[in-house]
């Protein structure tokens, strides 16, 4: 085992100089926030950088192998788009910035707010929530503020699907309103029976993914739509699946009033290790007035010299975010859909469907399917197999590791026992899904013939299966030398 940085100190050693100052020192924090001495490790730059890069490489990634983390959308991004967003011009700006300084930046914001308008079908969209979830939450947001114009203030209910993200219920419930659950029917779709009871005065909106955590399309989506507008609700959309539906589907048409958009899922930003994201917002006529602003709109004068300039929607819900957005996300997409154009993102996602398709073909010959439907860009399997009983979707999962494949989303959505939801986007080529499909064949042969193999998996990563229960129970967030580390004093 390598030993870690702490144990390379050594006093004396430095991995870096700073230069000298060519401004004004800053003068210290008061004397009671200092610490007399900090316990950090003395080292040189070679073991910094050899640190650094070795826990590079006990990590996977999408440039390492597949990464099909259902609902996830852990895509390939291209490197040029990586290039667009370093380049000097735009990395280098501020948001403090007077406006007729940063007008190529604003073009961008400009443009890309057009094209994730087309793509949903939407009258406008804000790109100022930083994450899906923030999306979702400024979504409810708008909701809240609609009816509250109206004076419809007893609309405070807001449906939500059983197979939905947790995050739905999270940002209704943060906004003041009432969760209620809607369950599924036979095919994954929500039952329409069991949501017309709370079509009333009392509903403010539902929160619909489609396709849903299922990898399905909700097959009564247009009825559903037409219900809850009958009944004076609104329909939110929630997008994280949105890489299924580029030039084919707008949600806008479909009947949806407002959506978020995961640019760091669909647009090829991939997602995860702390961020950052961005989750722009699209609203119908309904609600184009209550987007959070500003939103960058465009002047032409007589002679046709173009500007650009900030402006709030007329019944605005407000900043949600400091400046605008994270910038770099966006130009990163930006530079997607350019590079694609319409073409290229309808066969982007073309291509993801198929290959969902393709793998649930054959995965479920062996494990068991709970919906035998045509999925659309993921699809859900149980990780359960009934010639082996002792072994669990986690199991599975475990295993796959050792296979050089990240994981599928394991036991979510939860109206599927032991699932397996599995994305495995369109980057991914026919030989590595077909990898990947033996990989998952050949477990289900050896859950059955040796199951204590896949419940001690991993066996080839750096780290074995580890205690996560005690790990969210008791987390140990700094490093301890071996002396002071709980776990190997023999006295407890």
């Not at 004396?12 to 001495?37: I, M, T, Y």
């Not at 209620?180 to 539902?206: C, F, Q, T, W, Y």
């Not at 949600?251 to 959506?259: C, E």
Request: hydrophobic share 40%.
């Amino acid at each position: 085992m390598e030993p870690v940085i702490y144990e390379l100190s050594a006093p004396g050693r430095c991995a870096a100089h700073l230069p000298e100052l060519d401004v004004p020192a800053s003068q210290l924090p008061p004397e009671h926030l200092l610490r007399e001495d900090l316990d950090l490790p003395e080292v040189s730059e070679l073991d910094l950088m050899r640190h650094y890069v070795r826990l590079s490489q006990l990590n996977h990634g999408v440039d390492v192998g597949m990464y099909p983390l259902g609902s996830c959308t852990m895509k390939y991004n291209p490197k040029v788009n990586e290039e667009a967003a370093r380049i000097t011009g735009l990395v280098e700006t501020h948001p403090y910035q007077p406006v007729e300084t940063v007008q190529g930046n604003l073009a961008i914001m400009h443009e890309l707010q057009g094209y994730l308008a087309e793509l949903g079908g939407f009258e406008a969209v804000s790109l100022q929530p930083a994450a899906g979830a923030h999306g979702e939450l400024s979504g409810t947001l708008m909701i809240r503020a609609y009816h509250r114009d109206r004076g419809d203030d007893q609309r405070t209910i807001m449906l939500i699907p059983d197979s939905a993200h947790g995050t739905n219920p999270a940002s209704t419930a943060m906004v003041g309103m009432e969760t209620v659950e809607v369950r599924s029917d036979a095919r994954g779709n929500m039952e329409i029976e069991a949501l017309k009871p709370h079509l009333n005065e009392r509903l403010a909106g539902l929160m619909l993914t489609n396709p849903n955590t299922l990898g399905l399309y909700d097959e009564h989506v247009l009825e559903v739509c037409r219900l809850v507008h009958e009944a004076g609700g609104l329909v939110y959309g929630d997008g994280a699946n949105f890489n299924a539906l580029m030039g084919i589907v707008k949600p806008g048409d479909v009947g949806f009033d407002v959506l978020h958009y995961n640019l760091h899922k669909t647009f090829s930003t991939p997602h995860g290790g702390g961020g950052p994201g961005s989750g722009p917002v699209g609203a119908a006529p309904t609600l184009a007035d209550y987007l959070p602003g500003p939103i960058v709109a465009r002047d032409e004068n007589e002679a046709g010299a173009t500007a650009y300039r900030f402006v709030m929607p007329e019944r605005s819900i407000g900043r949600i975010k400091s400046f605008y957005g994270h910038f770099g996300i966006m130009v990163r997409a930006y530079a997607y859909i350019r590079m694609l154009g319409a073409q290229g993102l309808l066969d982007s996602s073309m291509a993801a469907v198929l290959n969902a398709n393709y793998l649930q073909a054959i995965l479920s010959e062996v494990y068991p399917l709970p919906y035998d439907r045509v999925c659309m860009h993921e699809f859900v399997l149980q990780g359960r197999l009934e010639d082996a009983p002792d072994v669990r979707a986690l199991d599975i999962a475990k295993r796959l590791i050792d296979f050089g494949f990240h994981p599928p989303t394991n036991y979510f959505p939860l109206i599927v026992p032991e699932a397996l939801m599995i994305e495995p986007t369109e980057t991914e080529s026919k030989q590595t899904l077909d990898r990947f499909a033996e990989a998952m064949l050949r477990i289900a042969q050896e859950a059955r013939e040796d199951p204590e193999l896949l419940q001690n998996a991993p066996h080839h990563a750096p780290l074995r299966r580890l205690d996560e229960v005690r790990a969210a129970r008791e987390p140990v967030l700094s490093w301890q030398r071996p002396e002071d580390d709980p776990a190997t004093d023999e006295t407890e």
